[in-house]
């Protein structure tokens, strides 16, 4: 194994990514993500300050501090600490592995020669089918759920709560999405736009904002539906959930796991157990690990208690 060539795939990675972080936040152009999405950003909540669906909710509601930096820390600084360099290793040792096998080429389908709109379209309705059922395994998988309910700790919804959750999620989200995507020969340079867009339907669909889109709420997901994914009394026939739609709606209605029984403006937010649950960041973000660790350490201590001898209970008993 070339430890050399990944060790410089580490130092390229965190100096390009801190050159890019750089540029996107002081020399900003259309092409300039940091910019977009501030910008974006404030239209969302000038939108919920001037039309907002719960008009008893605070301009600065609970959390929104906290949730503001989830997002500049999940679209931004986790890449600069660690994913970036972490993805590209990932990349070349998965291909130097395929190597081993004489394959060279993972991409199966060639569509750079497609109208450039057709390459668009099929990468965001895959990617979106993708991330449809993986947030459907977040939910049905305890040890995923533990990660995800850092999402689901939101109280009040805001255009920021869109990106309030756990950096393990992005490493989720990408490691499925990577091999189908590979498969493909996309011909654009880049997706910047189907970045833009999802980026724009999930701040909408976290904020304090009544839409539906109409006739188009059964393509696109819209506010009222993921209120509902969010909310704490779940039907007892749905206990892992309901409306898993990241962009699209289409796959809920399309697999019966859509569920919008009113508009739910007051419904309380959250999951059972809330009040237990960290408020801050950090507390945040290591919180499965640390409850792995406790609970492994609890059940340790199950398995070695002198109580559970049956021998030295009735010795106590008798005495």
Same mark, same amino acid.
């Given at each position: 194994?070339d ?30 993500y ?21 008009k ?20 931004f ?17 998965f291909?130097?592995?395929?190597g ?10 060639h ?11 099929l ?7 993708? $991330? ?13 759920w533990e !990660? ?7 109280? $009040?919804?805001? !255009?920021?709560?869109h990106?309030r959750?756990?950096?393990m ?7 499925? $999405?990577?091999?189908?995507l590979?498969m ?12 833009? !867009?999802?980026?724009?339907?999930g ?5 304090n ?23 704490k ?20 209605y399309? !697999? ?12 309380p937010?959250g ?5 237990d ?6 507390? $945040?973000?290591?919180y499965?690990?640390?409850k792995?660790?406790n ?5 340790q ?5 002198p109580?559970?001898?049956k021998?030295?209970s ?6």
């Amino acid at each position: 194994m070339d430890f050399e060539k990944y060790l410089k795939i580490i130092s390229d990675s965190y100096y390009g990514y801190f050159h890019y972080l750089v540029n996107e936040m002081f020399y900003p152009s259309w092409h300039n993500y940091f910019w977009w999405l501030l910008g974006m950003s404030i239209a969302v909540w000038l939108l919920e300050i001037f039309v907002p669906w719960r008009k008893d909710q605070a301009i600065f509601r609970k959390d929104f501090w906290l949730d503001g930096f989830y997002m500049f820390f999940n679209y931004f600084l986790f890449s600069l600490i660690a994913y970036n360099a972490i993805s590209n290793v990932a990349v070349e040792v998965f291909n130097d592995f395929l190597g081993l096998f004489g394959v060279e080429n993972t991409v199966a389908l060639h569509i750079d020669t497609w109208p450039r709109w057709s390459q668009f379209l099929l990468l965001f309705i895959l990617a979106d089918f993708i $991330q449809w059922n993986v947030h459907v395994m977040l939910h049905r998988v305890p040890a995923l759920w533990e !990660f995800h309910k850092v999402h689901h700790s939101v109280e $009040q919804m805001g !255009f920021a709560a869109h990106l309030r959750f756990h950096w393990m999620e992005t490493i989720i989200y990408k490691t499925v $999405q990577y091999i189908p995507l590979a498969m493909i020969g996309f011909g654009l340079e880049d997706f910047f736009i189907v970045h833009i !867009f999802t980026t724009t339907i999930g701040h909408l669909n976290h904020a304090n904002l009544r839409l539906t889109y109409g006739p188009l709420k059964y393509i696109l997901n819209n506010p009222i539906m993921h209120l509902w994914h969010h909310v704490k009394a779940l039907p007892k026939d749905r206990k892992y959930g309901v409306n898993y739609g990241i962009t699209l709606s289409i796959w809920d209605y399309l !697999f019966g796991t859509n569920y919008i029984p009113n508009e739910g403006r007051d419904e309380p937010l959250g999951f059972d157990g809330m009040e237990d649950f960290p408020k801050t960041f950090w507390q $945040q973000v290591s919180y499965p690990f640390v409850k792995v660790k406790n609970r492994d350490a609890g059940s340790q201590k199950i398995e070695k208690s002198p109580v559970n001898n049956k021998e030295y209970s009735n010795e106590k008993e008798s005495a």
